[in-house]
């Protein structure tokens, strides 16, 4: 299991736009990736609907998780894809 | 179809334009049935095919609604919300009704969160009613995205609606439902666009055939000949004069009135052109779509935006009226029986007074940015005492400006002298008037006839309220839809009233109106109408005085 711990960087917090974006990416990812308010319950990255409910605020730090091949990767790419400002982003 | 049948629909019309163009049907939503719909319809198909057009329009729209339809096909596809429907369907629910539940269940987790997240719901149901529609082989139901300029005809049109439709590609609104003082009408009045309410013949109209849209007559006309075209071109061409003349409010012989726009928002006030200023400034319209009221700030950079874009010019700003007809989730009490008697406009204050207090030093706060003071008043104000309470919290919150009240409540209109000793200006809000007057629900669209602006008894307190004004040199405005009837406007003029503020479209017809009669002509037809014992007898007799320049160019 490999984990990732991360700051968002969305002024706006995980919603709308940015939490679209995340759930996107994870989608694409090639293994199950879930995330979770540390200590909290994981939800499925993939769920835009579930990740909206975590309501991240701009700064919160929460938890990547997955497992399997390539799973290292997946979070690298989802844990800098959290810390940037997606509202901003074009 | 024989040709006699229903070839020219009718209705109430909003407005004065013609306009003839393809229709555009708006579907209701489903409503799954008691068995729970067909048991073998293909629930991913549906998710899939619903995700597919929102995606096809969300490439061809543009901005916030390209937004909000690409995070509407982003819950079609949302892997959680499809495990959930399909552990219902394997439980044994019918598709549909596992598609209604599951919907409902993630909902009501967004509006247990609050805040943003509730403001999604929205989005969760329109998914949720797509995709039952097609489990149940019914049409797209909601606001279709339009490809080319488009007559929008639906039963009904909730706000959220209109607030969907692409304004610039809708070429008219007909409505099977509604009144004219619905918010429909209104806000279809302030775009400039065409409406006809309240056309029973419209369920029949089929998506893609060519309408004629007449709203100075009311009428919809299935068909129509090349003379249409021809009328509708003039027509055109008729308003585009008058829109030239952006000159200041005058009667014949130079007393002025002024001509002011009604709006709700930045984006209409920067639309508001030719014009004086603005004579109601729906504050609600910032709150509407909100879980929570709008902070300070927020509300200080919109109310400055509003008086920028008026650059100096008059803005009379109407504190918050929520209740009744525009519910607002942080200040409606549920559970109100009778809301349009209940705790609705300025009467919100005696339970939620931090929404007031927030608002007015807000207004203070952009006025100091802006150097522009607003003129402040209050909706639904029924004594003398709750005026001298609002002037109080205006001043004490650091307003400069005139601090007024509306007459909307007919206590106001006939002590309209004690609220005036006491408050700058008054303005009459003849919508809400009528429904006060005439104990007609203003959203009950079968009453219309009793909530006629020209109903005599509604007359008699615009004259009073007018009167006492005049006594004290205070000015009275109207800012109800009346003021956009050009008719109604030269009775207005005659009882006395100092300004006039309307849908921006409509400012054109009525200077046009005002302009070619004088005062002491107007204060003739002001006595005609009060002489009437009808709304109908009334108008008619206004109609058959006034210049008959006039009344051949504007259709009236």
Not at chain 2, 37 to 53: L, N, Q, R, S, W
Not at chain 2, 127 to 135: C, E, H, I, S, T
Not at chain 2, 271 to 294: D, I, K, N, Q, Y
Request: overall charge negative; charged content about 20%; proline content about 6%.
């Amino acid at each position: 299991m490999s984990e990732r711990t991360v700051a968002v960087g969305s002024a706006q917090g995980l919603h709308a736009r940015p939490a679209s974006i995340f759930t996107e990416a994870a989608k694409k990812s090639p293994v199950k990736v879930t995330v979770a308010r540390p200590g909290g319950k994981p939800v499925d990255a993939a769920s835009m609907l579930l990740v909206m409910t975590l309501a991240v605020k701009q700064g919160e730090e929460i938890v990547l998780r997955a497992e399997g091949d390539g799973a290292d990767l997946a979070l690298d790419g989802l844990a800098e894809l959290l810390a940037r400002d997606l509202d901003t982003a074009s | 179809m024989s040709v006699a049948e229903a070839t020219r629909l009718v209705g109430v019309g909003v407005g004065r334009g013609l306009v003839v163009g393809p229709v555009v049907r708006v579907h209701p939503a489903p409503v799954v049935p008691a068995d729970g719909g067909p048991p073998d319809a293909d629930v991913d198909a549906a998710f899939e095919a619903v995700g597919d057009v929102l995606r096809a329009q969300a490439d061809v729209a543009t901005g916030t609604l390209a937004d909000v339809l690409r995070a509407t096909a982003g819950i079609a596809t949302d892997p959680a919300l499809r495990e959930e429907v399909a552990r219902r369907v394997a439980a044994g629910e019918r598709p549909a009704q596992a598609v209604d539940r599951s919907v409902e269940q993630f909902a009501q987790m967004f509006l247990a969160a609050g805040g943003p997240l509730a403001e999604r719901v929205t989005d969760l149901r329109s998914v949720r009613d797509r995709v039952v529609a097609r489990l149940l082989g019914e049409a797209e139901p909601g606001v279709p995205v339009l490809a080319r300029p488009s007559v929008v005809v639906a039963h009904d049109l909730a706000p959220a609606d209109t607030a969907a439709l692409e304004i610039e590609k809708v070429l008219a609104i007909v409505t099977v439902h509604g009144g004219p003082t619905g918010h429909t009408a209104i806000i279809a009045g302030q775009l400039g666009i065409p409406c006809v309410v309240r056309v029973p013949g419209a369920a029949a109209l089929a998506d893609g055939e060519e309408v004629a849209v007449d709203a100075a007559a009311g009428t919809v006309e299935r068909a129509p000949g090349e003379d249409r075209h021809e009328q509708a071109r003039a027509r055109r061409s008729a308003a585009a004069e008058l829109e030239k003349d952006t000159s200041p409010g005058r009667t014949a012989e130079g007393h002025p009135v002024a001509l002011l726009a009604n709006v709700g928002s930045p984006a209409d006030a920067r639309r508001a052109v030719g014009v004086e200023g603005s004579g109601l400034f729906r504050t609600e319209v910032l709150f509407l779509g909100h879980a929570s009221a709008p902070t300070l700030a927020e509300q200080t950079a919109a109310y400055a935006d509003v008086l920028r874009a008026f650059g100096g010019r008059k803005v009379v700003v109407r504190t918050l009226d929520a209740g009744a007809d525009k519910p607002l989730p942080f200040a409606d009490q549920p559970g109100e029986e009778n809301p349009a008697l209940g705790v609705r406009g300025y009467r919100l204050v005696r339970r939620e007074p931090g929404l007031l207090r927030t608002q007015l030093a807000a207004l203070a706060a952009a006025a100091d940015a802006t150097g522009v003071d607003p003129w402040v008043m209050a909706p639904m104000i029924a004594t003398v005492s709750e005026t001298e309470e609002f002037v109080d919290l205006a001043r004490s919150a650091g307003l400069r400006g005139p601090v007024g009240v509306m007459v909307e409540v007919p206590s106001a209109a006939l002590r309209a002298a004690d609220l005036l000793a006491v408050a700058d200006f008054v303005s009459l809000g003849t919508n809400d008037l009528a429904q006060y007057t005439m104990a007609t629900d203003r959203l009950r669209g079968s009453l219309v006839d009793l909530l006629d602006p020209w109903q005599p008894a509604v007359l008699d307190l615009v004259a009073a309220t007018a009167r006492a004004a005049r006594a004290v040199g205070k000015p009275v405005g109207v800012c109800g839809e009346s003021a956009a009837d050009p008719l109604m406007a030269l009775v207005l003029v005659g009882l006395g009233v100092t300004s006039l503020s309307m849908s921006a479209g409509a400012v054109p017809s009525v200077r046009y109106a005002v302009g070619r009669h004088t005062r002491a002509r107007c204060a003739e037809l002001a006595q005609l109408a009060l002489a009437s014992r009808t709304a109908h007898e009334a108008r008619a007799a206004v109609r058959a005085a006034v210049d008959d320049q006039v009344g051949a160019t504007l259709g009236l």
